[in-house]
């Protein structure tokens, strides 16, 4: 508990994925990728306690085994592809509520897909919102590979146009990234947000997001090169400590 809040860790993990079939319990260097999430939240201080919400038994197993709760199994139809984190943290917040009359003052969304995470990450997103009551929430972010001044869509007749323009500027996708404004992409490794945000707001973030930059972390496992890249990343660490 960090001054007097009470703080859950949510590990997302639904089953069905495709881009890396059955990614969550799949072996990441012998262990199961959602074991990294699970032991880097083990590992941090400030938790009460740290609850997985996951719709596949397999899933679940894999979580009681390396002591992680799994009070509720989640349902079907909020483990989609196209589900939003709402759903879930409501359903969450309202099992427990319901059933065992506990609710937090933060939750952590705690993605199963970051392996690098680092446990001083997730105790330092929970001291930010802690710290700043006007904040509903903590974001991590980080510069995007490349600035959304250089991206583009392309129109019906076929041509390329740039998706943010900077007013009175002409070409400013041709700029080098050093003269762009600053920007920043949500990657999502450690998420905090206020109970109030989601039950009173309706949101995950609400509309005062405190920015919580990290410029490593960043893997996300989405795809087979994902998984290549934190393998190598993670070996080498392992080598060098």
């Not at 762009?180 to 490794?189: C, F, I, K, N, V």
Request: glycine share 8%; charged share 25%; aromatic share 10%.
């Amino acid at each position: 508990m960090y001054k007097n809040y009470k703080v859950l860790g949510l590990i997302t993990a639904r089953g069905g994925s495709k881009g890396v079939p059955g990614k969550n319990i799949k072996p990441l260097l012998g262990r199961p990728l959602l074991v990294y999430t699970i032991e880097s939240a083990k590992a941090a201080q400030y938790f009460d306690r740290v609850i997985l919400t996951t719709d596949d038994p397999k899933i679940a197993e894999v979580g009681r085994q390396h002591g992680c709760e799994v009070p509720f199994m989640r349902p079907k139809e909020i483990a989609q592809d196209d589900t939003k984190d709402f759903p879930v943290f409501l359903h969450a917040l309202e099992w427990l509520e319901k059933h065992e009359g506990w609710k937090p003052d933060f939750i952590v969304h705690l993605r199963p897909t970051y392996p690098l995470r680092k446990f001083s990450s997730i105790e330092k997103g929970i001291e930010m919102l802690a710290n700043n009551p006007g904040a509903d929430s903590v974001w991590t972010v980080s510069t995007p590979p490349v600035p959304p001044y250089k991206i583009f869509h392309i129109s019906q007749s076929g041509y390329l146009n740039p998706v943010i323009t900077i007013p009175g500027e002409k070409e400013a996708f041709c700029w080098g990234r050093q003269k762009l404004p600053r920007t920043y992409a949500h990657y999502g490794q450690v998420d905090v947000t206020r109970y109030a945000t989601v039950m009173e707001k309706k949101s995950v973030s609400g509309d005062r997001i405190l920015p919580y930059v990290i410029e490593e972390e960043n893997i996300d496992i989405n795809s087979p090169i994902d998984w290549e890249f934190a393998e190598f990343l993670l070996s080498k660490k392992q080598r060098h400590g």
